[in-house]
């Protein structure tokens, strides 16, 4: 052995690791750049994706067809596709070997959300003494009655003889089997309504009897209570002065059945008890009642056996006929919400009326 | 001589190896660098999704919500058995901690005039009889049945109210 041995195992040393590390580095490149590729297609894609919808949800608004499959987008590198299910939008942008999807979620502003009370049918004030004032708007399918002594309506408002679209909701065709607002519909609704929810906002509850709802600090931050009976009027709910008596609460009441909501005392600050019905709703208190509700029978609705003042803010909307009766020198309010967002369950009640973008979020494989 | 071969290939070994650790290193932390990428991806989806998150139905326990259920052709019929189905849980209501709220319920009874839920509850007596009058005539009326069960709980629900 000698010293040009040894400068020969060095230099193979040397060009060995200088291999492994040019090897590496290259490796290292590669991926980084692949990394760097899919990032930016990831991008385009999204964007692609969030056009789709914009595209999408411009044409239900404009009642044109959505756009179709694989439309191209800017220079038509990409691409996208979008489907509508029910209230759902699905667009899928492509770019490159990159899709993404996002899911929108629209509801449809029926005109009677906007109205303080709604009614398929007549509107009726009973009780001698009893003056009923409606500030907003009252839209009715047929017309205005008082049927007692020295009893007076006042509106701010008041429109007779609506077309039935625009006076009454019709629960859309959730079993898909051709016919729209049957019970099952209903059912499916409700269980859109809560599957729609973490489970830890919704209480769901099935029975032919009636739920009894008193105000629980265990139902404070819950959205919907959902009560289902096997058939048209099971499932009723009698509601007892409020849900929570809690500040900044908005509870939904939906029943296959009727609501009784008894001497409601829903006084808190931002606070809302609304009601969705299938087989009616009524309203009696015996002293000063006060609540802001959304209030939507499939059927009815009656408020009754009034012995006091009451002052309601929010929407009555009733598909059949709306009476207040045996308000026995009381006073009724109603006044308009004057907030902007629906209460739990109303996104999903209607498939007319003016779209809205509620939410969206993307769709991670 | 053959010393400083050894020495030579160890270090030439070392060099190798710590060519092969930082190699790993990289390699974690890009892939550490992906994972990233797909978690902050997850992050914007938001938990009220849709369907998908819960495809089953699970009903619950009514009792966890302070919710009672009574059975059809269940639960009380008479005054005297409503009177204390109410009191029970409004005194209950009025113990908890909805102390607060029952203050809030006495202020909004404030608005009354000065014994309204006495007045009221003899009124409601008069419309009892005048209503149980009418069954007696025609016991089949639903809608007198009605009435007279809502009139019932009111009664029961004024009796557990304050005056002011």
């Known amino acids: 052995m000698n010293k040009k041995g040894i400068a020969l195992i060095l230099g193979y040393i040397v060009v060995v690791v200088l291999t492994l590390l ?10 980084e750049n692949r990394l760097v590729a899919r990032h930016s297609d990831g991008t385009h894609a999204f964007w692609i994706a969030e056009a789709g919808l914009s595209d999408a ?60 009370v709604t009614a398929g049918q007549h509107l009726k004030l009973h009780g001698n003494g009893s003056e009923l004032i409606v500030h907003g708007k009252t839209r009715l399918g047929d017309q205005f009655e008082e049927t007692c002594s020295g009893c007076s309506g006042t509106f701010d408002d008041l429109q007779e003889h609506q077309p039935a679209d625009e006076v009454t909701i019709t629960i859309p065709d959730y079993n898909g089997n051709g016919t729209a607002d049957e019970f ?19 209480v769901y509850i099935e029975t032919s009897g009636t739920a009894w709802v008193y105000p ?40 296959t059945g009727e609501v009784l909501y008894l001497q409601p005392l829903g006084q808190e600050r931002d606070s809302r008890l609304s009601v969705i019905a299938w087989s009616g709703y009524t309203e009696a208190s015996v002293l000063f009642n006060q609540h802001e509700s959304m209030i939507f029978s499939h059927s009815d609705v009656d408020s009754t056996d009034i012995w006091s003042d009451s002052s309601f803010t929010g929407s009555y909307i009733s598909n059949w006929r709306m009476d207040f009766y045996e308000y026995l020198g009381a006073r009724a309010e109603l006044t308009p919400s004057q907030r902007e967002d629906l209460p739990a369950g109303f996104q999903f009640l209607s498939n007319t009326g003016t779209p809205k973008l509620v939410q969206w979020q993307e769709i991670v494989p | 001589m053959k010393k ?36 902050s991806q997850e992050e914007i989806v938001p938990k009220t999704s849709a369907a998908s998150v819960r495809p089953r139905i699970t009903p619950s326990r009514p ?10 052709g269940e639960g009380p019929k008479t005054q005297e058995e409503w009177d204390s189905f109410f009191s029970k ?34 009124k409601l007596e008069e419309r009892i009889k005048k209503i149980e009058s009418e069954l007696r005539k025609n016991p089949q009326n639903k809608e007198a049945q009605d009435r007279l069960q809502r009139l019932i709980m009111l009664k029961s629900i004024a009796k557990e109210l304050p005056d002011k």
């Open chain 2, 4 to 39: 400083q071969i050894i020495i030579l290939l160890s270090l030439g070994l070392l060099l190798v190896a710590g060519v092969i650790f930082f190699s790993v290193y990289q390699s974690s932390k890009i892939a550490k660098e992906i994972s990233r990428e797909k978690a």
């Open chain 1, 22 to 31: 040019g090897a590496i580095f290259l490796s290292r490149s590669v991926v």
């Open chain 1, 216 to 255: 629980s600090s265990q139902l404070v931050g819950k959205k919907v209570v959902y009560v289902k009976g096997p058939s048209p009027g099971d499932g009723n709910v009698n509601i007892v002065f409020d849900g929570t008596w809690q500040d900044g609460e908005d509870l939904t009441i939906i029943s």
């Open chain 2, 63 to 72: 009792q966890d919500y302070g919710i009672l259920v009574t059975n059809q």
């Open chain 2, 89 to 122: 849980k409004i005194q209950g209501l009025k113990s908890q901690s909805s102390t607060q709220a029952w203050n809030n319920v006495q202020k909004n009874i404030e608005k009354e005039s000065p014994n309204k839920r006495q007045e009221n509850l003899v």
């Open chain 1, 57 to 116: 949800f411009k044409n239900i608004v404009a009642g044109q067809p959505l756009p179709p499959a694989d439309t191209p987008f800017g220079s038509g590198d990409g691409k996208y596709t979008v489907i509508q299910n029910g209230y759902q939008i699905d667009s899928l942008g492509t770019f490159g070997t990159t899709t993404r999807h996002i899911r929108a979620t629209i509801s449809y502003l029926h005109p009677a959300f906007d109205n303080t």
């Open chain 1, 184 to 202: 099952e519909d209903f059912q499916l609704f409700g269980d859109a309504v809560i599957n729609s929810y973490p489970p830890e906002e919704v």
